[in-house]
Protein backbone atom coordinates (compact mmCIF):
# COMPACT_ATOMS: atom_id res chain seq x y z
CA UNK A 1 0.00 0.00 0.00
CA UNK A 2 2.69 2.62 0.89
CA UNK A 3 4.44 1.92 -2.84
CA UNK A 4 1.21 3.79 -4.22
CA UNK A 5 1.88 6.84 -1.73
CA UNK A 6 4.92 8.34 -2.85
CA UNK A 7 5.01 10.75 -0.52
CA UNK A 8 4.20 8.39 2.50
CA UNK A 9 6.96 6.57 4.58
CA UNK A 10 5.78 4.50 7.62
CA UNK A 11 6.75 1.73 10.34
CA UNK A 12 4.96 -0.58 12.24
CA UNK A 13 6.09 -1.70 15.81
CA UNK A 14 3.34 -4.46 16.85
CA UNK A 15 0.03 -3.41 16.66
CA UNK A 16 0.64 0.38 15.84
CA UNK A 17 1.52 1.40 12.22
CA UNK A 18 3.25 4.99 12.15
CA UNK A 19 2.57 7.06 8.92
CA UNK A 20 4.93 9.99 8.15
CA UNK A 21 3.27 12.20 5.23
CA UNK A 22 2.07 15.39 4.14
CA UNK A 23 -1.82 15.55 6.17
CA UNK A 24 -3.80 15.08 2.68
CA UNK A 25 -1.47 11.78 1.71
CA UNK A 26 -1.74 10.53 5.12
CA UNK A 27 -5.15 10.66 6.22
CA UNK A 28 -5.47 8.88 2.54
CA UNK A 29 -3.12 6.01 3.22
CA UNK A 30 -5.24 5.23 6.80
CA UNK A 31 -8.94 5.19 5.03
CA UNK A 32 -7.34 3.01 3.22
CA UNK A 33 -5.44 0.88 5.10
CA UNK A 34 -8.29 0.78 7.72
CA UNK A 35 -10.55 -0.59 4.88
CA UNK A 36 -8.15 -3.12 3.52
CA UNK A 37 -7.63 -4.40 7.25
CA UNK A 38 -11.32 -5.31 7.94
CA UNK A 39 -12.08 -6.44 4.07
CA UNK A 40 -8.85 -8.94 4.53
CA UNK A 41 -8.52 -9.73 7.86
CA UNK A 42 -11.67 -8.48 9.68
CA UNK A 43 -9.78 -6.24 11.81
CA UNK A 44 -11.03 -2.84 12.90
CA UNK A 45 -8.52 -0.05 13.54
CA UNK A 46 -9.73 1.91 16.44
CA UNK A 47 -10.07 5.37 15.27
CA UNK A 48 -10.56 7.35 18.48
CA UNK A 49 -6.79 6.07 19.36
CA UNK A 50 -5.35 7.50 16.32
CA UNK A 51 -2.98 10.11 16.66
CA UNK A 52 -2.11 12.71 14.48
CA UNK A 53 0.93 14.84 15.01
CA UNK A 54 1.78 18.36 12.84
CA UNK A 55 5.48 19.52 13.60
CA UNK A 56 5.29 22.21 16.09
CA UNK A 57 7.85 24.44 13.93
CA UNK A 58 5.29 24.75 11.25
CA UNK A 59 1.72 25.05 13.86
CA UNK A 60 2.00 25.96 17.18
CA UNK A 61 -1.94 25.66 18.01
CA UNK A 62 -4.08 22.73 18.20
CA UNK A 63 -7.26 24.51 17.14
CA UNK A 64 -5.43 25.41 13.93
CA UNK A 65 -4.23 21.94 13.48
CA UNK A 66 -7.98 20.48 14.24
CA UNK A 67 -9.23 23.06 11.37
CA UNK A 68 -6.83 21.66 8.79
CA UNK A 69 -7.81 18.20 10.00
CA UNK A 70 -11.54 19.35 9.60
CA UNK A 71 -11.12 20.93 6.15
CA UNK A 72 -9.20 17.73 4.74
CA UNK A 73 -11.78 15.61 5.97
CA UNK A 74 -14.32 17.90 3.85
CA UNK A 75 -12.23 18.37 0.65
CA UNK A 76 -12.15 14.33 0.46
CA UNK A 77 -15.54 12.31 1.39
CA UNK A 78 -13.69 9.27 1.33
CA UNK A 79 -12.29 10.07 4.91
CA UNK A 80 -15.47 10.45 7.05
CA UNK A 81 -14.67 7.18 8.78
CA UNK A 82 -11.61 8.57 9.90
CA UNK A 83 -13.70 11.74 11.85
CA UNK A 84 -13.24 10.15 15.02
CA UNK A 85 -9.70 11.02 15.52
CA UNK A 86 -10.24 14.48 16.17
CA UNK A 87 -9.55 14.06 19.28
CA UNK A 88 -6.27 12.83 18.65
CA UNK A 89 -4.98 16.05 17.19
CA UNK A 90 -1.74 17.58 18.45
CA UNK A 91 1.54 19.98 17.84
CA UNK A 92 2.83 19.60 20.80
CA UNK A 93 3.06 15.60 21.16
CA UNK A 94 1.73 12.31 20.86
CA UNK A 95 2.16 8.60 21.80
CA UNK A 96 4.78 6.35 19.76
CA UNK A 97 4.08 2.32 21.29
CA UNK A 98 2.86 3.46 24.44
CA UNK A 99 5.34 6.33 25.07
CA UNK A 100 5.14 9.93 25.46
CA UNK A 101 7.15 11.91 22.76
CA UNK A 102 6.82 15.82 22.62
CA UNK A 103 7.59 18.97 24.90
CA UNK A 104 8.45 18.84 28.88
CA UNK A 105 4.99 19.76 29.91
CA UNK A 106 2.84 17.51 27.34
CA UNK A 107 4.65 14.52 28.17
CA UNK A 108 4.74 15.63 31.88
CA UNK A 109 0.87 15.56 31.21
CA UNK A 110 0.66 12.66 29.49
CA UNK A 111 2.38 10.67 32.66
CA UNK A 112 0.50 12.33 35.42
CA UNK A 113 -2.93 11.12 33.71
CA UNK A 114 -1.89 7.84 33.97
CA UNK A 115 -0.85 8.21 37.56
CA UNK A 116 -3.87 9.93 38.47
CA UNK A 117 -5.35 6.57 37.49
CA UNK A 118 -3.29 4.13 39.18
CA UNK A 119 -3.85 6.12 42.53
CA UNK A 120 -7.62 6.13 42.14
CA UNK A 121 -7.30 2.04 41.42
CA UNK A 122 -5.10 2.22 44.67
CA UNK A 123 -8.11 2.88 46.72
CA UNK A 124 -10.31 0.57 45.55
CA UNK A 125 -8.18 -2.02 46.50
CA UNK A 126 -8.98 -1.13 50.18
CA UNK A 127 -11.95 -3.41 50.23
CA UNK A 128 -9.96 -6.95 50.06
CA UNK A 129 -9.85 -7.67 53.69
CA UNK A 130 -6.70 -9.99 53.51
CA UNK A 131 -4.06 -8.41 53.73
CA UNK A 132 -1.63 -10.62 52.37
CA UNK A 133 -3.71 -10.63 49.11
CA UNK A 134 -3.94 -6.62 49.75
CA UNK A 135 0.11 -6.37 49.72
CA UNK A 136 0.50 -8.63 46.64
CA UNK A 137 -2.13 -6.71 44.40
CA UNK A 138 -0.53 -3.63 45.28
CA UNK A 139 2.88 -4.72 44.76
CA UNK A 140 2.38 -7.02 41.82
CA UNK A 141 0.02 -5.17 39.82
CA UNK A 142 -0.35 -1.24 40.96
CA UNK A 143 3.30 -0.52 41.34
CA UNK A 144 4.38 -2.33 38.31
CA UNK A 145 2.04 -0.01 35.89
CA UNK A 146 4.15 2.68 35.77
CA UNK A 147 7.78 0.57 34.74
CA UNK A 148 7.29 0.77 31.48
CA UNK A 149 7.15 4.60 31.89
CA UNK A 150 10.27 4.82 34.12
CA UNK A 151 12.23 2.55 31.37
CA UNK A 152 11.69 4.47 28.33
CA UNK A 153 10.52 8.35 29.58
CA UNK A 154 13.84 11.06 30.96
CA UNK A 155 13.04 10.43 34.55
CA UNK A 156 13.53 14.03 35.50
CA UNK A 157 10.55 14.82 33.81
CA UNK A 158 8.42 12.50 35.72
CA UNK A 159 10.60 11.90 39.09
CA UNK A 160 8.06 13.99 41.29
CA UNK A 161 4.90 11.89 39.53
CA UNK A 162 6.92 9.00 40.27
CA UNK A 163 6.85 9.64 44.01
CA UNK A 164 3.21 10.59 44.57
CA UNK A 165 2.65 7.44 43.49
CA UNK A 166 4.94 5.73 45.85
CA UNK A 167 3.42 7.34 48.49
CA UNK A 168 -0.05 6.59 48.00
CA UNK A 169 0.59 2.49 47.81
CA UNK A 170 2.93 3.00 51.20
CA UNK A 171 -0.50 5.10 52.60
CA UNK A 172 -2.52 2.57 51.53
CA UNK A 173 -0.55 -0.26 52.65
CA UNK A 174 0.34 1.64 56.50
CA UNK A 175 -3.81 1.91 56.16
CA UNK A 176 -4.79 -1.43 55.42
CA UNK A 177 -1.95 -2.86 57.96
CA UNK A 178 -2.81 -0.76 60.92
CA UNK A 179 -6.45 -1.14 60.43
CA UNK A 180 -6.07 2.83 60.17
CA UNK A 181 -4.17 3.85 63.51
CA UNK A 182 -0.81 4.68 61.62
CA UNK A 183 -1.77 8.25 61.90
CA UNK A 184 -0.89 7.98 65.54
CA UNK A 185 3.23 7.20 64.49
CA UNK A 186 5.60 10.63 64.35
CA UNK A 187 7.58 11.14 61.13
CA UNK A 188 10.63 9.39 62.16
CA UNK A 189 8.77 6.12 62.97
CA UNK A 190 7.00 6.82 59.45
CA UNK A 191 9.97 7.04 57.57
CA UNK A 192 10.92 4.03 58.74
CA UNK A 193 8.23 2.12 58.20
CA UNK A 194 8.30 3.34 54.47
CA UNK A 195 11.82 2.32 54.30
CA UNK A 196 11.24 -1.18 55.30
CA UNK A 197 8.10 -1.73 53.06
CA UNK A 198 10.54 -0.58 50.41
CA UNK A 199 13.76 -2.35 50.79
CA UNK A 200 13.86 -5.62 49.37
CA UNK A 201 13.09 -9.47 51.08
CA UNK A 202 16.61 -10.27 51.21
CA UNK A 203 17.61 -6.53 53.04
CA UNK A 204 14.12 -7.69 55.54
CA UNK A 205 11.80 -5.81 53.71
CA UNK A 206 8.71 -6.32 52.30
CA UNK A 207 10.08 -5.55 48.18
CA UNK A 208 7.19 -2.81 47.15
CA UNK A 209 10.08 -1.25 45.00
CA UNK A 210 10.24 2.57 44.76
CA UNK A 211 9.25 3.54 41.49
CA UNK A 212 10.69 6.99 41.26
CA UNK A 213 13.95 5.33 42.55
CA UNK A 214 14.48 2.69 40.61
CA UNK A 215 12.92 4.39 37.10
CA UNK A 216 16.42 6.07 36.94
CA UNK A 217 18.37 2.89 36.83
CA UNK A 218 15.69 1.28 34.61
CA UNK A 219 16.22 4.33 31.73
CA UNK A 220 19.82 4.57 32.37
CA UNK A 221 19.92 0.45 31.47
CA UNK A 222 17.57 0.82 28.17
CA UNK A 223 19.12 4.10 26.86
CA UNK A 224 23.07 2.26 27.25
CA UNK A 225 21.48 -0.51 25.48
CA UNK A 226 20.08 1.13 22.96
CA UNK A 227 23.43 3.36 22.43
CA UNK A 228 25.71 0.11 22.35
CA UNK A 229 23.27 -2.17 19.68
CA UNK A 230 23.30 1.11 17.31
CA UNK A 231 26.77 0.55 17.61
CA UNK A 232 26.35 -3.15 16.90
CA UNK A 233 24.37 -2.45 14.20
CA UNK A 234 26.53 0.23 12.21
CA UNK A 235 29.33 -1.87 12.22
CA UNK A 236 31.03 -2.37 9.03
CA UNK A 237 31.28 -6.22 9.49
CA UNK A 238 27.24 -6.92 10.00
CA UNK A 239 25.08 -6.66 7.05
CA UNK A 240 22.78 -3.99 8.51
CA UNK A 241 22.25 0.17 7.41
CA UNK A 242 24.13 2.59 9.43
CA UNK A 243 21.47 2.50 12.48
CA UNK A 244 23.42 5.25 14.08
CA UNK A 245 23.24 7.82 11.46
CA UNK A 246 19.60 7.16 10.82
CA UNK A 247 18.61 7.44 14.08
CA UNK A 248 20.86 10.26 15.54
CA UNK A 249 22.15 12.31 12.47
CA UNK A 250 25.05 14.23 12.76
CA UNK A 251 26.11 13.41 15.95
CA UNK A 252 29.00 11.56 17.22
CA UNK A 253 27.88 8.81 19.83
CA UNK A 254 31.25 7.98 20.86
CA UNK A 255 31.44 11.67 22.25
CA UNK A 256 29.16 12.68 24.64
CA UNK A 257 30.16 16.26 24.54
CA UNK A 258 28.70 17.01 21.22
CA UNK A 259 25.16 14.70 22.42
CA UNK A 260 22.64 16.70 21.40
CA UNK A 261 18.93 14.75 21.15
CA UNK A 262 17.00 14.99 24.31
CA UNK A 263 17.14 11.50 24.37
CA UNK A 264 20.87 11.51 24.98
CA UNK A 265 21.10 14.57 27.05
CA UNK A 266 19.02 12.30 29.35
CA UNK A 267 21.19 9.49 29.39
CA UNK A 268 24.35 12.00 30.32
CA UNK A 269 21.92 13.55 32.98
CA UNK A 270 21.12 9.59 34.65
CA UNK A 271 24.70 8.82 34.75
CA UNK A 272 25.50 12.57 36.62
CA UNK A 273 22.79 11.39 39.16
CA UNK A 274 23.72 8.16 39.53
CA UNK A 275 27.39 8.83 40.19
CA UNK A 276 26.26 12.07 42.51
CA UNK A 277 23.56 10.72 44.59
CA UNK A 278 23.55 7.53 44.28
CA UNK A 279 27.27 6.56 45.21
CA UNK A 280 27.54 5.03 41.66
CA UNK A 281 31.71 4.62 40.33
CA UNK A 282 32.99 4.94 36.59
CA UNK A 283 34.74 2.24 35.10
CA UNK A 284 38.66 2.32 34.54
CA UNK A 285 40.98 0.66 32.97
CA UNK A 286 43.48 1.09 36.16
CA UNK A 287 40.51 -0.95 37.93
CA UNK A 288 37.50 -1.15 39.83
CA UNK A 289 36.62 1.29 42.88
CA UNK A 290 38.89 0.52 45.91
CA UNK A 291 36.50 -1.60 48.55
CA UNK A 292 36.58 1.20 51.27
CA UNK A 293 34.55 2.95 49.22
CA UNK A 294 31.18 1.50 49.05
CA UNK A 295 28.69 2.42 50.93
CA UNK A 296 26.74 0.65 54.03
CA UNK A 297 23.27 0.71 54.82
CA UNK A 298 22.49 2.25 58.29
CA UNK A 299 23.71 0.22 61.39
CA UNK A 300 26.25 -1.57 59.85
CA UNK A 301 29.82 -1.63 61.15
CA UNK A 302 32.17 1.18 58.95
CA UNK A 303 35.00 -1.00 58.91
CA UNK A 304 33.75 -3.95 57.65
CA UNK A 305 36.49 -6.79 56.09
CA UNK A 306 36.52 -9.95 54.17
CA UNK A 307 36.76 -11.97 57.08
CA UNK A 308 34.00 -10.32 58.97
CA UNK A 309 31.60 -12.39 59.86
CA UNK A 310 28.59 -13.48 57.10
CA UNK A 311 25.94 -11.12 58.98
CA UNK A 312 27.70 -7.96 58.78
CA UNK A 313 29.23 -8.53 55.56
CA UNK A 314 25.38 -8.63 54.41
CA UNK A 315 25.44 -4.92 55.51
CA UNK A 316 27.89 -3.92 52.87
CA UNK A 317 26.35 -2.30 49.90
CA UNK A 318 28.75 -2.79 46.73
CA UNK A 319 28.52 0.52 44.58
CA UNK A 320 27.43 0.17 41.27
CA UNK A 321 30.08 0.84 38.68
CA UNK A 322 29.07 2.14 35.20
CA UNK A 323 30.95 2.21 31.98
CA UNK A 324 31.80 6.07 30.79
CA UNK A 325 30.09 7.52 28.19
CA UNK A 326 32.85 7.70 25.91
CA UNK A 327 32.77 3.63 25.48
CA UNK A 328 29.45 2.96 24.87
CA UNK A 329 29.45 3.73 21.56
CA UNK A 330 33.18 3.48 20.98
CA UNK A 331 35.41 0.51 18.57
CA UNK A 332 37.10 0.05 21.71
CA UNK A 333 36.16 -2.86 23.76
CA UNK A 334 36.29 -3.82 27.34
CA UNK A 335 37.60 -7.32 28.79
CA UNK A 336 34.96 -10.04 28.71
CA UNK A 337 36.14 -10.09 32.33
CA UNK A 338 34.90 -6.95 33.20
CA UNK A 339 31.36 -8.01 32.94
CA UNK A 340 30.07 -5.20 31.13
CA UNK A 341 28.05 -6.04 27.94
CA UNK A 342 25.36 -4.14 28.64
CA UNK A 343 26.98 -1.22 30.36
CA UNK A 344 26.81 -1.48 33.96
CA UNK A 345 27.58 -4.18 36.47
CA UNK A 346 25.75 -5.19 40.02
Known amino acids: MFARYAACTGAAICEDVFIVAPLAEGLALAAELKQVLKQDLDLDLDVPKFNCFFPGDRINDDDHARDLFQNALQANPQLA ?10 TKGLRVAGVPIGNDEW ?3 FVLAKAAAVKVDVGKLDIISDGLIHHQMLRFCQNTRLAFFGRNTPTPLISDIFAEVDATILEALCRKGTTNTHGEWNAVFRRFVDMKLQLPHFRGGFSVTPNAGS ?4 FYAASVSLVQWLRFCSHAKQNFIDLASTWAPGQDLANPDQ ?9 KLAHKVLLTDFGCHEWSIDGPA ?9 GSSPNATANAPQSASRNVVTPLTLLPLTLLHS ?3 VDSNSRFKFGWQR
Do not use: F, K, N, Y
Not at 81 to 90: K, Q, R
Not at 215 to 218: D, G, L, M, T
Not at 290 to 298: T, V, Y
Open 331 to 333: TQT
Open 290 to 298: HASAAPQIE
Open 215 to 218: AISA
Open 259 to 267: WSTRILLAL
Open 107 to 109: VQQ
Open 81 to 90: CLSGMDTGIS
